[in-house]
């Protein structure tokens, strides 16, 4: 081979690599504005990584053809010592602000008087992004330069940062290119992305984000640009800054036109950018913005209007630093800063106590704010909320507003930490919280006011009391108008007083009354379970009844007795145990045994000695006739307790074939083993 064919060889397989890395990035280009612009993916993300991969390593082979344009260099790079400072070719202007109808039709009034006209003007519509405005700047079709709006002169060159996003073009789209092009447009985060983000952080103990656009703008300003590519920003075009002046396709044409020619390029624009006639176009489209406004996967601060006639626009032209031909109709803001004056405790219907700051008053999204939930102890600990402290408060949509977090640069010195209060603010019993609950409660159950409601729908429900007629409604208005403070002031009632409630026919009231004196009848287990106990089901109160067989048995059963109970764990007997230590629920029982209510009480199979009662059993092995489970009823009904494992508290092992270490264990403690026949004979004896 001679040494020029030799040579021509390599630039051919240089050649080659050289096509397939262009090939490479087209492809990967296109899929990836398919996947994050269109929403449309073209291939799975295995057969993405696997192109990717092999771009990387074609240009790890031939660094020297590594372009601004690769999808490999979203990656991000070496952290920035600061940011540039990039002079904007076109100033970025801002948009002026309407808050009213009145505002929006004075802005058309002017249009119209600026333009002559009388006709309604055609106008573009679009969202407010609630983001940062970025100036992206093509040469040849490729981005060379990203940056912020700054003073709308001079901004921050974010370059390496923007090219991590992957909804931005690195290479614009399409054959026909201007050889300048800016895009301008806004950076911001989804809010799922946004509570993804925030969930790290916390899982890094690191610094949390109060919203969207403040998790947007510190990626978007991160020196770091490795960082910024671990953040999910996205991007939406709306306009254009400079425009080489060979490019035909920006000149004399619409505002629509110009944003679906950004489309074209591979740009992200948000909806199909309607035009609209007149103010009531314009008031029509905020309306309709503005209750889908939760349900886009965005923040929004409003809607902005924009003649769409470019024609027209260079007519307006601007007025001092903005365009005459556009304004920004701002939706209520959601979100406002204010002081913690304090924080109190809230008991809700089922007992849970939510710690609530009581704010100075404070217009969220067009209502006064003076009380934001704080949910829970864990939340107000997480967000370090001080009593004292400049919090940001949100309201979306109907839910109740919220605290984000505070402002802690803000914080005075004599700032107070909330503590949890361990007895109930309204009724005074004890505040408790479950291990492993988020939630404190209040253990009043019935005797606390907030829960009263609560307790008397459940005590009247048909598996309890069952007081036929006494719905939600009617329970409600008599605790409103203080007829009923607690369940036993039920069978105080009399038919008048009823008959005085509203809505309440003299024939309904007899109704209820009726079925307030036949609940009087009742069994033991309902009445357990009419009482509410926390943790006290149908079936728990059940088995009380039948294991007690008295109440006074059940209130006089301590946390050991009530271990043995089947089904009643350490939480159902501690709760059980809580609730009779309060002297006030004693009370309401005296009180509805004086006011009539009886039951039988239960027949408790009369415990006859057996050999077994009240011995430790183990059971080892297979048995020759009996099954485990058999063996067990068998000898938990001669009153043995049945354990797992043996120790020197056992009485007896039984053991059947193949008894493994438990028989071993109970042999070196000198446990008494027997065998299935001795037991069986001991149980018949
Ligand atoms: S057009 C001449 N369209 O609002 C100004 N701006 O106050 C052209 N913004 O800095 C801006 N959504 O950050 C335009 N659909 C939209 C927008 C929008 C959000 C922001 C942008 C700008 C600010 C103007």
């Given amino acids: 081979m001679s040494q020029h064919d030799l040579f021509s060889q390599i630039d051919l397989a240089h050649r080659t690599d050289e096509q397939r890395i262009a090939q490479l990035r087209a492809e990967l280009n296109a899929h990836n504005t398919a996947y994050y612009v269109n929403d449309a993916p073209s291939i799975t993300d295995a057969e993405y990584d696997a192109l990717f991969r092999e771009l990387q390593a074609l240009e790890q082979q031939h660094p020297k053809w590594i372009t601004l344009d690769s999808p490999t260099q979203r990656v991000g790079g070496a952290p920035l010592p600061q940011f540039d400072k990039v002079r904007h070719a076109v100033p970025m202007l801002s948009l002026a602000n309407a808050f009213s109808v009145g505002e929006v039709q004075a802005f058309d009034a002017r249009v119209r008087e600026g333009l002559g006209l009388v006709n309604p003007i055609e106008y573009a519509v679009e969202v407010k992004f609630d983001g940062l405005a970025i100036n992206l700047r093509y040469e040849q079709g490729v981005l060379v330069q990203a940056a912020t709006r700054g003073d709308g002169e001079t901004g921050e060159d974010v370059t390496a940062n923007v090219r991590t996003i992957r909804s931005i073009p690195l290479r614009l789209l399409g054959e026909q ?146 365009p005459r031909w556009a304004i920004a109709h701002k939706f209520p803001a959601q979100e406002m800063s204010t002081t913690v004056l304090e924080i109190d405790v809230q008991v809700g219907r089922t007992g849970a106590v939510t710690p609530v700051a009581r704010l100075a008053p404070v217009e969220v ?251 430790t059993v183990v059971l080892t092995g297979t048995l020759p006739t009996l099954g485990r489970e058999e063996a067990k009823a068998l000898l938990e009904q001669a009153g043995a307790k049945v354990a797992g494992s043996v120790s020197k508290k056992t009485d007896y092992v039984i053991a059947g074939a193949e008894a493994g270490s438990k028989l071993e264990k109970a042999q070196q403690l000198g446990v008494a083993v027997i065998d299935e026949a001795q037991m069986l004979a001991m149980l018949n004896s």
Avoid at 213 to 219: E, F, L, P, Y
């Fill in 177 to 322: 290119v201007p050889e300048v092009l800016e895009v301008r447009g806004e950076v911001l985060m989804k809010r799922a992305d946004f509570e993804h983000l925030n969930q790290t952080q916390m899982e890094k103990g690191e610094k949390l984000f109060a919203n969207p656009r403040n998790a947007a703008a510190g990626s978007l300003r991160q020196l770091d640009s490795r960082i910024t590519a671990l953040r999910q920003l996205s991007f939406f075009a709306y306009g254009v800054g400079e425009v080489s002046d060979s490019a035909q396709v920006f000149s004399q044409i619409s505002f629509t036109r110009v944003v679906a020619q950004l489309r074209g390029y591979g740009f992200p624009v948000f909806t199909a950018n309607p035009v609209v006639k007149g103010v009531d176009g314009l008031i029509e489209f905020y309306e309709q913005t503005g209750r889908a406004r939760e349900t886009l996967p965005f923040d929004i601060d409003g809607v902005v209007y924009k003649v769409n006639d470019t024609t027209q626009q260079e007519i307006l032209g601007f007025v001092s630093r903005s």
């Fill in 365 to 615: 999204g067009g209502v006064v704010v003076t009380n934001a939930t704080l949910h829970n102890a864990d939340e107000v600990a997480r967000k370090d909320v001080r009593i004292g402290d400049t919090v940001i408060v949100r309201r979306a949509g109907d839910v109740i507003p919220e605290v984000v977090m505070s402002i802690v640069e803000k914080r005075p010195l004599d700032a107070r930490v909330f503590v949890m209060p361990n007895v109930c603010p309204e009724c005074g019993s004890s505040i408790e919280r479950e291990d492993g609950e988020a939630v404190s409660r209040c253990t009043g159950g019935m005797i606390c006011p907030a829960q009263l409601k609560q307790s008397l729908m459940h005590f009247a429900s048909r598996k309890a009391m069952n007081i036929d007629g006494l719905g939600d409604k009617l329970i409600e208005q008599m605790v409103d108008v203080g007829l009923i403070k607690t369940p036993d002031d039920l069978y105080r009632l009399s038919t008048a007083q009823l008959a005085g409630l509203e809505r309440m026919a003299e024939k309904s009231a007899q109704n209820v009354y009726d079925a307030i004196q036949a609940s009087k009848s009742t069994t033991l287990a309902r009445l357990i379970y009419a009482l509410g106990i926390r943790h006290v089901g149908e079936a728990t109160a059940k088995t009380l009844a039948k294991t007690y067989g008295t109440l006074d048995a059940v209130m006089n059963a301590n946390l050991d007795d009530l271990h043995t109970v089947d089904d009643v764990g350490p939480v159902v007997a501690h709760s059980i145990v809580t609730f009779w230590a309060d002297a006030r629920h004693q009370d309401v029982i005296k009180h509805l045994v004086e006011l009539g209510v009886y039951w039988d009480d239960v027949a408790v199979a009369e415990k006859i000695a057996t050999p077994f009662t009240d011995k």
